[in-house]
């Protein structure tokens, strides 16, 4: 079983920050990471997959980096509508599974 | 456009047995893995099952395996999740989603409560 960390838990930022996630593996995935945005009573929506590679749609302040045990989401200029929960997603082995979430809300 | 459509859950009491519904549209449901995906009240996201496209490869977290089944019925482009011997913290939201290692399509999920 992989373990995974997410940090922080809790981002307080402002509209127009510049927003870093890291999420953390027990062990090395490859690239094997997929991130996810999470809005209240909504389900998950796939943002990025491969560690780097943007899902159509999904807009270019998201970027996602890391290989290997270590992985960043960057949000490079944060919008109103990006106050929402973000998990990150290791599918390298069985069982896939998600980080705890960080949590991004207003300042 | 791909949609996901979950139906099925409500409140049961433990021990007892629901099963849950997918209906796929937009996309050849028969090329893709499937999952299933739950979320307890106010905590994170949990993989809880999978189907391969022709049912032949299933696999589950260990928490639900011997209770949940998965299965597919790729001519009713449905998906299904079969839950046995219910209890208090199987109570989610249950989502389906397509897979293709990671998860890039899910329904908007099911509410099952799991109470006397």
């Known amino acids: 079983v992989i373990w995974m960390t997410q940090s922080p838990s809790l981002l307080s930022a402002s509209t127009g920050d510049r927003v870093i996630i890291s999420c953390r593996m027990s062990q090395g995935i490859s690239s094997y990471l997929a991130w996810y945005q999470q809005k209240p009573g909504k389900a998950p929506e796939l943002l990025i997959y491969?560690?780097?590679t943007l899902q159509s749609g999904v807009p270019s302040r998201f970027s996602g980096s890391g290989s290997g045990t270590d992985f960043t989401l960057t949000i490079s200029c944060l919008q109103s509508e990006d106050f929402a929960t973000y998990y990150c997603?290791?599918?390298?082995?069985?069982?896939?599974?998600f980080g705890p979430g960080t949590k991004v809300d207003i300042k | 456009e791909v949609q996901l459509v979950e139906s099925g859950g409500g409140l049961v009491q433990p021990g007892g047995s629901l099963r849950l519904s997918c209906a796929a549209s937009g996309f050849t449901f028969s090329s893709y893995w499937m999952s299933w995906v739950r979320q307890a009240p106010g905590k994170g996201l949990e993989w809880v099952a999978n189907i391969k496209q022709d049912g032949s490869e299933k696999y589950y977290v260990d928490s639900v395996k011997g209770r949940f089944t998965i299965s597919r019925d790729n001519a009713k482009n449905s998906l299904y999740l079969q839950m046995n011997s219910l209890r208090a913290e199987d109570t989610a939201v249950y989502y389906c989603?397509?897979?293709?290692?990671?998860?890039?399509?899910w329904g908007q999920g099911t509410l099952v409560t799991v109470s006397s």
């Open positions: 989603a397509r897979e293709d290692g990671y998860n890039d399509y």
């Open positions: 491969a560690a780097s």
């Open positions: 997603q290791q599918y390298y082995s069985f069982p896939p599974a």
